[in-house]
């Protein structure tokens, strides 16, 4: 296979540094400031009491969903038309979706704070090649940086997290990221919150078309308190069938689209 000899061939001359993480890291920001791909996919998010399947649409003017399966089971009448108002509502006022994307701006705002300390936050090591079924991966693992300062909460919990990570060195790509909390992170002033030594989490990437990566399985199990009442998250993110939306897509185009794929009391495919 051509791809795994050529990623035969880089492995055999990637040095122990961490060159090829910050190239990775670096690939990894900018794609998450890329708004000229948008795309057309299904997420299933599934947790010890529910699973839900939503088709999504990414607009100019923010993501639009609709839920499509419950417990991957079709839409009973009642949900379907609960989410034909909903849609409804939203086609009626404009305000909702601008006050959707916003909040959606703040959660990359927020991701993008992450990503940008991610290559001082950490002390990345060199851990050798891993083979996979498509093709050889280099592995590094990662402890906290005993010299960095979260400068916000969004950056905190990298002050407890090891773990490692898998990069594709054909595309200076992150395949898989694993981290885990080595230790207890309290938000401030007893209020906010902690999270508890113990936690984890796992992302996973791949291509999905025309030079694009994108997250298709995100999992955390996480316990902690949250405003004075402990909390446990234990939630699993499947992405699947990507495809490409027109980058001047308008939030009622994507409705419309997602309606006429989606008629009747609705169904989990597409």
């Known amino acids: 296979m051509t791809m795994a000899a050529?990623?035969?061939?880089?492995?055999?001359?990637?040095?122990?540094?961490?060159?090829?993480?910050?190239?990775?890291?670096?690939?990894?920001?900018?794609?998450?400031?890329?708004?000229?791909?948008?795309m057309r996919y299904l997420l299933r998010k599934s947790s010890p009491r529910l699973t839900s399947t939503k088709e999504i649409v990414e607009t100019r003017d923010g993501a639009v969903a609709l839920l499509v399966a419950i417990d991957d089971k079709a839409l009973g009448e009642v949900e379907a038309e609960?989410?034909?108002?909903?849609?409804?509502?939203?086609?009626?006022?404009?305000?909702?979706?601008?006050?959707?994307?916003q909040t959606q701006d703040d959660d990359t705002g927020r991701a993008l704070k992450v990503l940008r300390a991610l290559p001082k936050a950490l002390i990345y090591r060199y851990a050798g090649p891993v083979e996979t079924d498509s093709g050889t991966l280099?592995?590094?693992?990662?402890?906290?940086?005993?010299?960095?300062?979260?400068?916000?909460?969004?950056?905190?919990?990298?002050?407890?997290?090891?773990?490692?990570?898998?990069?594709?060195?054909d595309h200076a790509r992150v395949v898989r990221l694993e981290g885990h909390l080595q230790q207890d992170v309290d938000f401030g002033w007893g209020i906010l919150g902690r999270l508890n030594k113990g936690g984890w989490i796992v992302i996973e990437q791949a291509a999905?078309?025309?030079?694009?990566?994108?997250?298709?399985?995100?999992?955390?199990?996480?316990?902690?308190?949250?405003?004075?009442?402990?909390?446990?998250?234990?939630?699993?993110?499947?992405?699947?069938?990507f495809a490409?939306?027109?980058?001047?897509?308008?939030?009622?185009?994507?409705?419309?689209?997602?309606?006429?794929?989606?008629?009747?009391?609705?169904s989990e495919g597409r």
């Open 82 to 101: 609960s989410e034909r108002a909903r849609l409804d509502a939203l086609l009626a006022d404009p305000a909702r979706q601008r006050h959707r994307k």
């Open 138 to 169: 280099q592995k590094f693992t990662f402890s906290p940086n005993p010299r960095f300062n979260a400068a916000d909460l969004e950056t905190l919990a990298l002050t407890a997290l090891s773990g490692d990570i898998l990069i594709d060195p």
């Open 208 to 241: 999905v078309g025309e030079g694009q990566w994108r997250v298709v399985r995100f999992k955390m199990v996480m316990s902690g308190r949250v405003l004075f009442r402990t909390r446990s998250f234990d939630t699993t993110e499947e992405e699947s069938q």
């Open 6 to 38: 050529s990623a035969g061939q880089n492995a055999a001359s990637q040095p122990a540094d961490t060159a090829l993480v910050n190239r990775a890291l670096a690939a990894e920001l900018n794609a998450a400031q890329d708004t000229n791909h948008p």
């Open 244 to 266: 490409r939306v027109p980058v001047a897509l308008r939030y009622q185009q994507a409705i419309k689209m997602m309606r006429a794929g989606h008629k009747g009391a609705g």
